[in-house]
């Protein structure tokens, strides 16, 4: 090796011991704690057995100094991380998260400035529809996982099943706020055990968001009346409605605008007994309602394409309506209203005005008569993974998300829709055109979780899903009830 | 004297050695990314993930696996996958490299140009692909729209249904979604098929054709028994490379059709990570994972038997 080379390694080899040291540093800060504490005992040793009051006071003196050493030393915050699926440092104005980027750019620094010295807030942003999976993955591999992370109730069997996340039953019980939690919100984050998985923070049910110039009776009431206007809009050129109707996300279709359609038409997906059950006739009779529908061309090609590309024919008003939860608003932008105005800053504000100035109403499913229109219901909310590093930062976190100031930020921000807290509604931040249309339009109708007993979530959407895609779509001569069965007996088979 | 001979002997030992301690990190590296997943993997095939952690099952993942409707299916996708992207990227990259071998002029500004598919990532080469159809506004909606090209109604790709099967639950002919995915799998594998070719084309010794033309061979002569015994190694890299890439690939599904319109595109790579990714059932997919091997192994040592090349011809 040449002279040169030597050095060359030499310098590299110094500059890794550097990085090395350095990346100890941690290490050095607990033991100049325990350093501290030591001289802290001795000092109060010295103070114990002190005879004369100049010892005494001498003693004390020290004790103080070390005291004080000590707290400055301990003043080190400790790191809080969270798993969220935005990104503070997203500032890009047309991305799909801005507003729970915008979100988060805000309460970062408010934690930080209410915790400082204690806890600093670090967010690792993941991808909606691989957070949990990342999840789960991080606890049976044992690599570090985040204090906190956003929790939809949808997940709380999978997380469960993979011992991913803790039961927090019996530290949320203690708190104050745990009363005031909605019963439902707090049984859609309880597990099959009867744990607590997650603490609820935002009920999402699903409606249906209308443009008041294509229907200016309203949404229809009943399947008759929607066939009825379906059919005059089509003759202007408009579709009836649009949704998401394809396979794509796991069968995740399954638990939106199918489900608010089956459950109006009093169907189920689930026996109550942990078994798929499709067959019913209610089921039945909403599949062949849909099917009807596609037949007869009352929706845009794009529901079955996937990507949410859906969305754009209700943006531009081509679309007369689009069922969809309650969360909708923060995707669904920018608008353009059937007389043309349009509502065009690309944010979350898009539906809120179009709502304030009336061109868009807020409704539920219709239902055939004698039925209550059903809708889907899920939770947002917050766990605390296995493995978390600082618990009691997680604590304190959830406890300043349930506070007056904090809890509307996130219920109208990311969680978009009721807060979990009930009294929290009665606050002026919850009293804008939005909140009211969509209480009136949730009053008469009933939403839950689409899931029901169903334990492998996963699967039964995504049989569901394919079923009802291959019943109105691909194959609209397909016997239902023999589709469905097979959809059935394949779930049933593995529980 | 007995010292001399001991320093001779830790001499000899070291140098017969030395191959075995230079091999050992890459043999480290391989036991740790390779062969360790590998056992993993087939322990995994027998376990279920429970709250308390692994439970030995035996072989209910398998069965699961087998009585799973979209198991069959997606065994048929796959290999109408398989045939039509093998057939058409080495039908192609034969095509191309021979052209490009015929006219020098330009031809490092034409394998620049080749080259763009490969530097694209297959997530993006497929949402790319996939904005390209989209029903309503992709670029290719007015062809693919247009009923008097695709009568009756004109042809959405990502959401038309699949053809009446000819051969029972077989699902041929494939979709249209599963012929734009082959399409599109192979504009991104079509460089490197093309290199390789064309690197085999370069080293037919000239000695040999020019002796094949005074004996009177015409071109359809020179091609057959010249040209692709020549570089039939290099053509059977290209179809291992296909093959294996083919049945383990899963971001070109993933961007461009994910798995639909229903399950069309529901190809077994697609079903894998479905299992493990979006259900976490690392048993089953483990399970499938084992499966999809034995039959890459299979297909490998098919394609070697018929085409008889050996390493040695390699």
């Not at chain 1, 947002?380 to 998300?401: D, K, T």
């Not at chain 2, 500004?109 to 080749?114: A, F, Q």
Request: some cysteine.
């Amino acid at each position: 090796m040449n002279k040169k080379l030597k050095v060359i390694f030499s310098i590299l080899l110094v500059a890794l011991f550097a990085v090395t040291v350095s990346a100890c540093g941690g290490a050095d800060d607990v033991a100049m704690v325990a350093e501290l504490e030591a001289k802290l005992a001795e000092a109060e040793a010295a103070a114990a057995a002190a005879v004369s009051a100049e010892d005494l006071e001498a003693a004390q003196a020290a004790l103080a100094d070390a005291q004080a050493a000590l707290d400055a030393a301990s003043m080190v915050e400790e790191e809080f991380l969270t798993w969220y699926q935005y990104d503070e440092t997203n500032e890009d104005p047309a991305s799909d998260e801005r507003v729970g980027n915008e979100y988060l750019r805000n309460s970062i620094p408010e934690f930080n400035a209410a915790y400082e010295g204690t806890y600093n807030w670090v967010n690792r942003p993941k991808a909606w529809d691989t957070m949990y999976q990342e999840l789960v993955a991080a606890v049976i591999a044992g690599n570090t996982v985040p204090d906190v992370i956003e929790m939809g109730s949808q997940w709380i069997p999978l997380t469960v099943k993979n011992g991913a996340v803790q039961d927090l039953r019996s530290w949320a019980e203690q708190q104050e706020w745990f009363a005031d939690l909605d019963a439902s919100a707090v049984a859609s984050c309880t597990g099959l055990d009867g744990g607590l998985y997650c603490i609820p923070v935002a009920i999402r049910p699903h409606l249906v968001y209308v443009w008041a110039d294509h229907y200016p009776d309203g949404f229809p009431d009943t399947p008759e009346e929607f066939m009825t206007e379906a059919a005059r809009l089509k003759e202007e050129g408009v579709y009836a409605w649009t949704y998401f109707g394809s396979t794509a996300y796991g069968g995740s279709g399954a638990s939106r605008m199918v489900w608010s359609l089956i459950s109006s038409f009093g169907g189920e997906y689930d026996d109550g007994d942990g078994n798929l059950y499709l067959t019913s006739p209610e089921t039945i009779a909403a599949v062949e309602f849909l099917r009807e529908t596609v037949a007869l061309g009352y929706n845009p090609e794009t529901v079955f394409a996937g990507g949410f590309l859906e969305e754009d024919s209700f943006k531009d008003a081509s679309a007369g309506a689009i069922p969809t939860g309650l969360f909708g608003y923060r995707y669904i932008n920018p608008l353009t209203a059937p007389n043309g105005t349009a509502y065009a800053k690309g944010s979350s504000d898009d539906m809120l005005d179009a709502i304030a100035a009336g061109d868009v109403i807020l409704d539920h499913m219709f239902a055939p008569e004698g039925t209550t229109p059903g809708c889907g219901n899920d939770v947002a909310g917050f766990s605390i993974p296995v493995g978390a590093r600082n618990l009691e930062a997680a604590y304190a976190y959830i406890g300043w998300l349930m506070t007056e100031e904090q809890n509307p930020k996130f219920v109208l921000g990311p969680g978009a829709g009721y807060p979990a807290l009930t009294t929290m509604l009665d606050s002026e931040e919850f009293a804008i055109p939005f909140y009211q249309e969509a209480g009136e339009a949730l009053s008469g109708s009933v939403c839950t979780p689409y899931y029901g007993t169903l334990e492998n979530r996963e699967l039964a959407a995504e049989l569901i899903m394919n079923s009802v895609y291959k019943l109105v779509k691909e194959d609209p001569t397909a016997d239902i009830f023999t589709v469905f069965s097979e959809a059935e007996a394949e779930y049933n088979a593995g529980n | 004297m007995a010292a001399a001979s001991r320093s001779e002997s830790i001499k000899l030992w070291f140098r017969k050695s030395l191959p075995f301690w230079l091999i050992m990190p890459t043999v480290i590296v391989l036991l740790i990314v390779q062969v360790y997943p590998a056992f993993y993997t087939a322990w995994l095939s027998f376990q279920e993930r429970t709250r308390e952690g692994w439970q030995y099952v035996g072989f209910e993942n398998f069965e699961r696996m087998f009585a799973a409707g979209i198991f069959e299916e997606s065994i048929g996708h796959t290999v109408n996958f398989l045939v039509g992207y093998t057939i058409i990227t080495l039908s192609l990259g034969f095509i191309i490299a021979f052209l490009l071998k015929s006219s020098g002029k330009l031809s490092g500004l034409y394998i620049t140009l080749l080259f763009i598919p490969w530097i694209i990532a297959d997530i993006i080469a497929g949402l790319v692909f996939r904005i390209l159809v989209v029903p309503e506004y992709g670029l290719f909606n007015n062809i693919l729209g247009n009923p008097n090209l695709f009568p009756p109604d004109g042809l959405s790709i990502l959401t038309a249904i699949r053809p009446t099967p000819w051969f029972g639950s077989f699902p041929f002919p494939p979709s249209p979604a599963m012929i734009y995915l082959i399409m599109a799998s192979s504009w991104r594998a079509l460089p490197f098929v093309t290199l390789l070719i064309l690197a085999a084309l370069q080293t037919i010794p000239s000695e040999v054709v020019e002796s094949a033309k005074i004996d009177g061979a015409n071109y359809l002569q020179l091609t057959r028994y010249i040209t692709v015994p020549l570089i039939l190694p290099a053509m059977v890299v290209a179809l291992f490379n296909l093959i294996l890439g083919g049945m383990n690939g899963v971001g070109m599904v993933f961007s461009l059709t994910g798995g639909g319109p229903g399950t069309t595109t529901y190809v077994l790579s697609y079903y894998l990570y479905t299992l493990g990714w979006a259900r976490l059932e690392f048993g089953q997919a483990a399970a499938l994972a084992i499966m999809i091997a034995i039959v890459n192994w299979l297909l490998i040592a098919g394609v070697l038997r018929t085409t008889r090349v050996t390493e040695r011809s390699i």
